[in-house]
């Protein structure tokens, strides 16, 4: 091989390897093509090639709950099948979410309290099923029965599928600006847009917040026995701080002209109970639902000093 | 001084604080009467499922038998059938094809044979769900039977009879707001107002928790062998509501919120006096099977 070919190989293969390795925002990077053995334990592959989905028909295999992951961004979800002698199927569906940050949103948008068997980056084993998150993948893994032998194939199928993702992503950054302590990690959730915001959590009934494509968030529960107080933390990031200032003015209005409601009619309006609302730089920060302002206030704070630092 | 309910606040703080009053929905001791109790059949069968977890389908006809005798208070099943279904109707049983799990198929042939024995013709008869906005049955019906499998469920809080009739909507995820709040509204839609005859909760293996994309998660399923049937849709709605909330305890050990409020029944009587929500407004009869029960 001449100097000239192997400069050129070398590049071509920094490059890849470069790209393989950087916590991507877009899905530029790499697509992995899954390859699965014929049978895993007593479970046959139906059909090595799987149904392909995409945004738009995402709707045709997993009905309403597709839109969780249209709102986080889903490029692509593969969708296989495996079944075993007693015709006890295996569900295993690979999403793309395009980012790591995605993926994350996908995995946190069911709580998840139960063992991380540590595949991807974080995950949850139950009896029958798994679930995990790894670099622009989310995984989900489905046994259709309840049995040890299920479990085990379960497992094995992430193991394999984890194996092939080499890169691991990192968190959305948003994340690191929550405080830690009464954190409850199992009621994280990560979002984009107004329709997965409101699953998770309802301030009003429109959008008052303005929430779009451009936007991320974060809602999590936190949880002070000490203090008897819980609360929820709400962080969301807009692209500019303009925007930021909109949406917490739309809020405060809304509040503001509520004040002429009865009890009866505030309470239908909104799905709080208290709110603190501040916004800094681009990020509005809502802390709903505590019972001491003071505590709520040092929280509001805590995520301040961080946005700052 | 504690501010109350009403007042707002401005603090010092570098937050703006305001405080509102505490529930958003919630029963209201003034809120009128609809009509008077609901009358719901919760019938069960220990022999319902087979061993390999299959559908024993001469059980299930006689439960459905058994239970509609029963709701309408005649002597044999026929009468009860005969009070729900007219020979000249054009019938339409709503089905549900998600899930896992989904309204069984031998349920769907149960009441597709019921109702030809009155004297519809098979042609003025149809099972469908996702279709039946392009089903002319469905398009010219003048009655309905309601049927699906009760489930948690990842927008409503639970999969109910009253969502069974979101696909009669042009935009669905249009009913998504506040945890599908307003699902009750679909039943003033002219396509199904007051065209339901019978509504039933299948309640075989009942899903109280669900995960992931599918939402499924068959150790949060349990062999409950049961049928929740009435008149009226939101008083079977909250009566296999109580039955979930009951297996949950029991499963978790301690009382555990849903993660999205199933709040949409109780808005259904409270905001569009669909039906009765609240227990003391429901005439409850167990039939069958009383083991594990619940309620």
Known sequence: MSMVKLYKFLICFLLLVSCSTMNTSSNNCKKINFVFPGKVNQWNLVNPEPDRYNADTLFDYIDGNAEVYRSLGVKEVLAYRWTNPQQIEIWLDIFDMGNSSSAYGAYHNDIRDQEDIGIGVESECMNNSLAFWKDHYFVSITGMGDSPEIKQAVIELGKIIDQQIPNKGTPPQIVDLLPEKGLVKSNLHYFKDYNLFKVHYYITEENVLQLGKDTEGVLVRYNLPEQQEQMNVIVIRYPKKEATLLAEENLKNLLEKSKGLSEEEQAKLFGFESILIHSCENYLILITDWKQEEIANSYLNQIVQKIKK | ?295
């Open chain 2, 1 to 295: 001084m504690k501010p109350t309910r009403r007042e707002f606040l401005q603090t010092g703080a570098i937050g703006t604080a305001y405080l509102i009053a505490s529930h958003r929905i919630h029963a209201d001791t003034n809120v009128p009467q609809v009509g008077e109790k609901s009358r719901v059949i919760v019938i069960r069968d220990k022999d319902l499922l087979n061993a390999d977890e299959t559908i024993n389908k001469s059980v299930l006809e006689k439960m459905v038998d058994e239970g509609v005798k029963n709701l309408f208070q005649t002597a044999t099943p026929e009468e009860a059938w005969k009070k729900i279904i007219k020979p000249e109707d054009i019938v339409g049983i709503k089905t549900n094809v998600g899930g896992p799990p989904r309204t069984p198929v031998e349920l769907e042939d149960i009441l597709k044979s019921r109702v030809i024995s009155v004297g519809v013709p098979m042609d003025k008869v149809s099972v469908d769900d996702r279709g039946v906005g392009r089903n002319p049955i469905f398009q010219n019906s003048t009655a309905l039977i309601n049927t699906r499998p009760m489930r948690t469920h990842h927008w409503a809080g639970v999969g109910t009879l009253l969502k069974n009739y979101i696909i009669f909507s042009d935009n669905p995820p249009s009913w998504h707001a506040d945890s599908c709040a307003n699902l009750a509204g679909l039943w003033d839609m002219p396509i199904v107002k007051g065209k339901t005859r019978l509504n039933i909760l299948v309640m075989i293996t009942p899903l109280f928790h669900g995960k992931g994309p599918h939402h499924y998660n068959k150790e949060y399923t349990w062999n409950y062998q049961g049928l929740v049937m009435g008149i009226d849709p939101v008083a079977c709605d909250a009566t296999g509501l109580r039955i979930l909330k009951a297996k949950r305890l029991q499963h978790f050990g301690s009382e555990q919120p849903f993660v999205v409020s199933p709040h949409h029944i109780q808005v259904a009587q409270d905001k569009y006096h669909l039906g009765n929500a609240d227990e003391n407004r429901i005439e409850l009869v167990k039939l069958g099977w009383q083991e594990g029960f619940l309620i």
